[in-house]
Nanobody, 121 residues
Framework: QVQLMESGGGSVQTGGSLRLSCEAP????????MGWFRQAPGKEREGVAT???????IYSDSVKGRFTVSQDSAKNTLYLDLNSLKPEDTALYYC???????????????WGQGTQVTVSS
């Protein structure tokens, strides 16, 4: 079973920062694009950010300018830097391996188990 290993979640106050990491098996990392999704309580899972060829990035409008997605290919690791956090960013954040680098769940081929981010006011 493919394992995407997320880490770095936690609890912060409004305006705080966190860095999420996701380590993938080498064959998955080299074969697929990578991205982040999140699911808040009582809401549907939504795309947050993806990174594609040439480090091209896509962000959801709700996080644009505050979150930054990046990767270290030598470590097969994807990152998400979360800055200026708001209570509405509270969610379970999932790493995903994608067929195409778009914020669309339909093209997710593998999911991580998620890491919790909680932002208090």
């Amino acid at each position: 079973q493919v394992q995407l290993m997320e880490s770095g979640g936690g609890s912060v106050q409004t305006g705080g920062s966190l860095r999420l990491s996701c380590e993938a098996p080498r064959d998955i990392y080299s074969r697929y694009y990578m991205g982040w999704f999140r699911q808040a309580p009582g809401k549907e899972r939504e795309g947050v950010a993806t990174i594609g060829t040439g480090a091209a990035t896509i962000y959801s409008d709700s996080v644009k300018g505050r979150f930054t997605v990046s990767q270290d290919s030598a470590k097969n690791t994807l990152y998400l830097d979360l800055n200026s956090l708001k209570p509405e960013d509270t969610a379970l954040y999932y790493c995903a391996a994608l067929a195409v680098p778009l914020l669309w769940q339909g093209n997710v081929r593998y999911w991580g188990q998620g890491t919790q981010v909680t932002v208090s006011s």
